[in-house]
């Protein structure tokens, strides 16, 4: 109980930091009436938007941050999925969005507020000096 409390708490804290920047990030919110357990905050970078996930996270690993990609998106562009047949409805745009833009960041429940405030800051930096 105690270790789901406290990646909720870091989860939170990431969130309520980053919501600053949410004209270009797209940030997670829970279901309606959920109480997850995060495995940790998941960051899409707005599409509308030219910041490239990539520098974001060559940045973040230069600040020692680790983080991760999703693992979802457009499945249908996985290699595995060449010789299949499937269905596909509408363009799959969110999917994409997801597959190119997203990432995470931990919520691991060491983590120390010291610990977030530096991954918030390392990020608020990093947009600092792409948006313009």
């Known amino acids: 109980e105690t270790f789901t409390t406290l990646r909720r708490r870091n989860w939170e804290y990431l969130r309520e930091g980053l919501k600053d920047l949410e004209d270009y990030l797209l940030l997670p919110q829970p279901t309606p009436e959920s109480e ?62 997801v597959m190119n833009r997203s990432f995470w960041v931990g919520v691991y429940p060491g983590l120390t507020t010291q610990m977030l405030d530096y991954v918030i800051e390392s990020i608020t930096d990093f947009m600092a000096g792409k948006i313009q």
């Open 36 to 97: 997850p357990s995060w495995f940790g905050c998941p960051i899409t970078l707005d599409p509308n938007h030219p910041v490239n996930r990539e520098d974001l996270l060559r940045f973040l690993d230069s600040r020692r941050i680790g983080t991760r990609l999703l693992f979802a998106g457009n499945i249908t562009k996985q290699p595995a999925y060449k010789d299949i047949d499937f269905r596909v409805v509408g363009d799959l745009t969110n999917t994409d969005v």
